[in-house]
């Protein structure tokens, strides 16, 4: 049994940065809202309790108590290692080698599909599940038009040729774009995505015979963001995997990584073979351009975005800075501006620039990125990039702004 130490939130900002160092130490954690009860938490069996921003009278207990009210590194690793006395054995193998065994047994000898969204996640969800129960297992990349520049391409060669899975590509590019015709809100536009994408999986899985399981690549950040996991934490928005799900979904959900932060993802992922370069691919949301795109999504303003992203990216790899940026994207306002393009006046889109640095996307910070790079980058996607004029760089922090603008 794997050893645990539970984290009490009492909704604490901090809550979650506190169960990530004592993961950091090596010893597995979970947080668990303080209306949880402590005959829950104790049944759990955990070898430490830690208190983060709140106490409750504590029953006798067998696990080592800790209350912390503030970023005490030294203090929870000294906890976790020593005062607990943990075998400190939570590491990349050791999760891949579980998460296998667990999946053979959840599974059996039925089928799994899994949807590729072309992002880090749902690929080592994909590679994990792979390794448990082989040809068991079709991937299906939805196409849904809201991708990056060759996104469907890098997906294929990945799995279709490199590790050899069963995979269906699926164009529904005009079906998506279709269904978000008109919709501005961003909610609205992540439930509309979150079902068509099961609609999709359940015409791929009537094609393809009988699943009984649908794999997604949902993690922790996910399903803190989205539901209210502490005491008087707040959810933050839906996201389209977590909070977008129909009610009357067909499949069961298999979701292997939703208590992995996003670093412990990447660590998974290479342990199960992949490349550092498409591991330490900048994370991008499961709505894809639709939460980039504020306002209505159209083809057009798709492959606009789409253009501009590509050259701020390809610039940051030239300059040396992609993988030092946490993640980085560009963003369409439903803003027009005056400008003056080829001598002409111009009355076209403006365009944002993100760049943030984080651990686990929980909290971030703005890249600080010199200033003769964001030259380059503005000037390259107003002189090549149709329809925008103007462009702007982000320099908000999370919180109190989050890390996409939707």
């Known amino acids: 049994m794997r050893e645990l130490i539970v984290i009490v939130d009492f909704g604490a900002s901090y809550t979650q940065l506190v169960a990530r160092k004592v993961r950091e130490s090596g010893v597995y954690s979970e947080i668990v809202p303080y209306t949880a009860g402590f005959e829950k938490i104790d049944a759990k069996k955990p070898k430490g309790i830690i208190f983060a921003g709140g106490h409750i009278d504590t029953p006798s207990t067998t696990a080592s108590v800790l209350r912390v009210d503030k970023f005490e590194e030294q203090v929870i690793e000294d906890f976790a290692t020593n005062k607990c006395n943990c075998k400190c054995d939570w590491t990349p193998s050791s999760f891949v080698e ?47 038009g809201l991708m990056r520049l060759n996104e469907a391409d890098l997906v294929v060669k990945a799995f279709r040729d490199e590790f050899k899975a069963t995979l269906v590509h699926v164009n529904a590019e005009e079906r998506f774009l279709s269904a978000l015709k008109g919709v501005t809100d961003p909610e609205q536009k992540r439930k509309i ?21 649908l794999a997604q690549g949902t993690i922790y950040p996910d399903i803190m963001e989205s539901i209210s996991v502490g005491g008087k934490a707040v959810a933050v928005k839906s996201h389209h995997n977590v909070g977008g799900l129909p009610e009357d979904m067909k499949f069961q959900l298999l979701e292997p990584l939703r208590d992995l932060f996003k670093d412990e993802v990447r660590k998974a992922g290479l342990e199960l073979g992949f490349s550092e370069e498409l591991i330490y ?3 991008f949301p499961g709505p894809g351009l639709a939460v980039r795109i504020l306002g209505e999504v159209t083809k057009e303003r798709c492959d606009i975005l789409r253009h501009a992203d590509h050259i ?44 943030i640095n984080s651990v686990d996307a929980v909290t971030a910070d703005w890249a600080r990125i010199p200033y003769e790079v964001l030259a380059t980058i503005s000037n390259r996607i107003i002189n090549e990039v149709p329809h925008i004029n103007r462009l702007v760089y982000d320099i908000s922090s999370k919180p109190p702004a989050t890390i996409e603008w939707e």
């Open 281 to 283: 691919r900048h994370p």
């Open 193 to 213: 995505i979150g079902e068509l994408f099961i609609r999709v999986f359940e015409d791929e899985a009537n094609k393809a015979g009988k699943f009984d399981f």
């Open 98 to 144: 579980d998460e296998v065994k667990r999946i053979k047994e959840v599974v059996g000898d039925k089928r799994v599909l899994c949807g590729l969204s072309g992002g880090v996640d749902s690929a080592v969800t994909a590679a994990l599940i792979h390794r448990a129960i082989g040809d068991q297992l079709v991937c299906v990349f939805v196409d849904t």
């Open 312 to 355: 701020a990216i390809e610039e940051l790899k030239k300059a040396g800075l992609y993988r030092e940026i946490w993640q980085a994207f560009c963003a369409l306002l439903p803003v027009k501006t005056v400008g003056v393009k080829n001598d002409k006046r111009t009355y076209d889109n403006a365009c944002v620039f993100r760049a």
